[in-house]
């Protein structure tokens, strides 16, 4: 059972309303996908807090939580809209 798999489930069965298929459509994964192949190539993959801004459902740090090039303590996602804390909670659950 992949983690990444286990967090969508999760969010589907806990927050219905969730616009997660959008989150997770082929357009943004390949966005976030990029972003974290630049942030390896330009820093490696050693963290001890990265911060998301504009994090919306918390998919970037799912995704670097689950790519093994990264180690990383603590991922901190902000966004201007409080109602989608929530679902990032619960995607990013450990």
């Not at 969730?18 to 490696?44: P, R, Y």
């Amino acid at each position: 059972n992949h983690p990444l798999v286990a967090g969508l489930a999760r969010v589907i069965a806990k927050h219905p309303q969730a616009d997660i298929a959008n989150a997770f459509n082929h357009k943004q994964v390949a966005c976030k996908t990029w972003a974290l192949d630049k942030l390896f190539e330009s820093c490696g993959g050693r963290f001890g807090r990265i911060w998301v801004l504009g994090g919306w459902y918390g998919i970037l740090p799912a995704m670097l939580f689950n790519d093994a090039r990264f180690d990383i303590a603590t991922v901190d996602s902000i966004d201007i809209d409080p109602e989608v804390a929530p679902v990032a909670r619960t995607l990013n659950r450990q």
